[in-house]
């Protein structure tokens, strides 16, 4: 294993995708992490689709004695967060922490910018008949929607567009209907922020969404590394911070 045997493993916990492309994007957002802060050893696992299962991984390193901080790169607070990362770390006997999702906050706001510039050109932003569209993945879970709802606020705060929601699964509406109900309401053009970390079988479905312009998904950006490693320092203050046991 790399990294210093003192500091708590970084779990970098992703989703899981069956999307090659998504796989290999998610993983360079770990890749970064890892050459950021060569020092913490950044391993992967996931809640659905693929392996390693997160249980797995934190059951292995506490078996082992070793401290460990599961980093959510997940954009909200929802299912996956409150109940499979919550339950590996009650499971550890207290070697592992929680760090906080990823999203929404201002460095989220940041990167969503930026895509939105690059799928506008530099002065798209500055079209006044412009109107945006969050697209995301769409939860049951309320705390998740709640999540999305400060997204849309914040990136318009950011912009100074209108934005609403538009949702890829579980809600609605869906992110086309979204777009219909923009144009409806005296939008010229219509662009969709991508509110996802990395492409696969929801950001596919974003063509078709009858937008002028579709960001692409955040991807491994900068700030999602600096961000990554703030959660896993967050995490690690004097009252959270995990005590290694004995190997068991």
């Known amino acids: 294993m790399s990294g210093a045997p003192d500091l708590p493993v970084l779990v970098a916990c992703s989703h899981g995708t069956?999307?090659?492309?998504?796989?290999?994007?998610?993983?360079r957002l770990r890749a970064a992490v890892r050459e950021r802060r060569s020092g913490v050893e950044v391993l992967a696992a996931h809640v659905d689709v693929q392996e390693p299962e997160l249980d797995a991984v934190v059951g292995d390193l506490a078996a082992a004695g070793r401290a460990s901080v599961v980093v959510p790169l997940l954009l909200s607070t929802g299912y996956h967060v409150r109940v499979d990362i919550a339950r590996a770390v009650a499971a550890s006997g207290g070697t592992a922490v929680a760090a906080e999702a990823l999203g929404p906050g201002a460095e989220v706001t940041g990167v969503l910018v930026e895509?939105?510039?690059?799928?506008?050109?530099p002065d798209g932003l500055d079209d006044p008949s412009l109107a945006l569209v969050l697209a995301a993945a769409g939860s049951s879970d309320e705390r998740a929607r709640a999540d999305v709802e400060r997204a849309v606020s914040l990136l318009a705060t950011a912009t100074g567009r209108p934005v609403r929601s538009g949702f890829l699964s579980a809600q609605e509406p869906a992110v086309a209907d979204a777009v219909a109900t923009a144009r409806a309401g005296g939008a010229g053009r219509v662009a969709v922020a991508s509110y996802l970390l990395a492409p696969g079988v929801f950001s596919a479905r974003l063509a078709a969404a009858g937008a002028d312009a579709v960001a692409e998904p955040m991807g491994p950006h900068p700030e999602l590394v600096e961000l990554v490693l703030r959660r896993y320092d967050a995490a690690l203050s004097p009252a959270a911070r995990p005590a290694p046991l004995a190997p068991r």
């Not at 069956?18 to 993983?27: L, N």
């Open 18 to 27: 069956r999307s090659r492309a998504g796989h290999e994007t998610v993983e």
């Open 115 to 121: 895509r939105l510039r690059e799928a506008l050109g």
